[in-house]
């Protein structure tokens, strides 16, 4: 049995680790090996330029670093506060949230980004009777119906849609915040719903989030060193076409190779291409928003910040181009060389604003440094920058989109059973869902090419 993958980013590599021990497995992938999971060096320490930190609850990405060997090698981020940028201050957000929607009333009441009146709002969601809720909305009208507008545009919007990168006013509820929408649709009250439901994470004392010591390279690196000693192949191509064989049962054409089964383990629009007129209808209609990250250096004595402090999430609302920092330092103590430097890394990128591709680099970094400098209200000097591009990093999973993926992905299986979708486009953007549908693309083709030869 011969399986394709076609791309190499960690969605590629989990689909051709789940099969390589049945199959003849060949890799295509014209660029570097991993995609969006890249560590370089800055600052003299490794420095993760991509994601930095994988969720533990979907457990894909832990068991793939734990299968490659870098079990031991996982460290959890250090506990720390988040602030929000909000109304030109920047405030602590409060404790007990569940992407964005609380728990603890009590930590609400406190709270100087909500006010007394938002408090008093997201109360009356354990009195109110129950509000109707679809089978998909937004994010931002579920939390609004529940909470009211000042817990979705101060504690939501910032976190989810950083996160996302995509405003939460048409962000899909049920692709993006899953268990939100059932305990809202199951719970007359959200807050008490959620409180019941402690995250399994927590009650077993696992880390949230965890990453290698050494980076996210690492775990591309020791992921292709097994594959290539399983017998993967890897072509540096970049595939321009599949397409279906003479009959049913007989092989599919990869750029003229034949193959029996492939997984596409690239963007939906790259996939549209790549299938040219077998593509399901609508299958390149996902959006995708751009973004970047500054990496800066600076000391942490001009910061001027506790040392408890791992981020800053940015209202849309501010103008400011950075959406997030994240403070490097703090969160990995490993990404430090000294005890007065901090690395940061400072985001920009949301759907519809396109500022960042228009300036260079350098603007870039500036513009990023300067609004943390306003957001801290303290002029900051780099002493070292780099600016990482990601161009169509994020896909933005409107309304309906979960709807659309099993269309799109039913329509392929009843025209090539034999290839199937999978990475950022379908079921998550992050690490562990990219792994598990790679793991899960390879299966069906597995299984579909297992029955097809066992056929008379
Ligand atoms: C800045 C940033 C921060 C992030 N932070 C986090 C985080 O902290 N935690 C988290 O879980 N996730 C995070 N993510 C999301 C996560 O990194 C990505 O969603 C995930 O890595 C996507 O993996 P993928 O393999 O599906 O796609 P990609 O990494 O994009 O890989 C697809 C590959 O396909 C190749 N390709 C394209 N066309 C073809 C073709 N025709 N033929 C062959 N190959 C082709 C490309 O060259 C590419 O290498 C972040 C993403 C970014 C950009």
Not at 170 to 180: D, E, F, G, I, N
Not at 209 to 233: D, K, W
Not at 312 to 319: A, C, E, T, Y
Not at 352 to 364: F, I, P, Q, Y
Request: glycine content about 10%.
């Amino acid at each position: 049995m011969r399986i394709a993958v076609v791309g190499g980013g960690i969605t590629g590599l989990a689909a051709a680790f789940e099969v390589c021990d049945e199959a003849e497995v060949t890799v295509y992938e014209p660029a570097r090996l991993g995609g969006k999971l890249l560590t370089s060096e800055f600052a003299g320490r490794l420095v993760d330029e991509g994601p930095d930190a994988f969720l533990t609850r979907t457990p894909a990405a832990v068991e793939l670093a734990t299968a490659v060997g870098l079990g031991t090698d996982l460290v959890a981020p250090a506990a720390g506060r988040t602030l929000v940028h909000f109304a030109g201050r920047l405030h602590p957000l409060p404790s007990g949230l569940v992407l964005g929607a609380p728990t603890d009333i009590r930590a609400l009441a406190t709270s100087k980004l909500l006010g007394p009146l938002g408090a008093a709002r997201a109360a009356w969601d354990l009195v109110a009777p129950a509000t109707p809720v679809g089978d998909d909305e937004t994010v931002r009208d579920l939390i609004a119906a529940r909470f009211g507008p000042r817990v979705a545009d101060r504690l939501v919007e910032p976190l989810l849609g950083s996160i996302h990168a995509a405003p939460t006013a048409h962000l899909s509820a049920r692709a993006t915040a899953p268990s939100l929408l059932a305990t809202a649709r199951s719970s007359r009250s959200l807050l008490a719903g959620l409180r019941k439901q402690a995250p399994p994470a927590t009650k077993s004392n696992t880390p949230v989030f965890l990453a290698p010591r050494s980076g996210m390279s690492s775990l591309i690196e020791r992921t292709v060193e097994q594959l290539r000693s399983g017998g993967v192949s890897f072509v540096s191509q970049s595939v321009r076409s599949v397409s279906p064989p003479n009959s049913r049962v007989g092989p599919i054409d990869v750029d003229g190779e034949p193959y029996d089964g492939a997984v596409l383990a690239v963007g939906a629009p790259q996939a549209a291409r790549i299938l040219g007129k077998l593509a399901p209808s609508g299958l390149s209609s996902v959006e995708f928003t751009d973004v970047a990250v500054a990496t800066v250096c600076v000391s942490r004595s001009n910061l001027g910040l506790p040392d408890d402090v791992n981020g800053i999430l940015v209202s849309p609302d501010s103008g400011m181009l950075m959406t997030a920092c994240s403070f490097g330092s703090n969160k990995w103590p490993h990404w430090s060389s000294g005890p007065d430097q901090m690395v940061l890394r400072i985001s920009a990128g949301r759907s519809g604003d396109t500022r960042a591709v228009n300036l260079s680099d350098e603007e870039l970094a500036e513009t990023l440094i300067a609004d943390l400098s306003a957001a801290l209200r303290r002029p900051l000097t780099a002493t070292q920058w780099r600016v990482s591009r990601w161009p169509g990093a994020f896909p933005f999973y409107r309304v309906g989109h979960l709807r659309w993926v099993d269309i799109v992905q039913s329509n392929l299986a009843g025209i090539l059973p034999q290839v199937a979708l999978a990475g950022s486009s379908y079921n998550g953007a992050g690490i562990p869902a990219c792994i598990a549908s790679g793991r899960s693309a390879a299966r069906q083709v597995s299984a579909v090419l297992s029955t097809t030869s066992a056929a008379p």
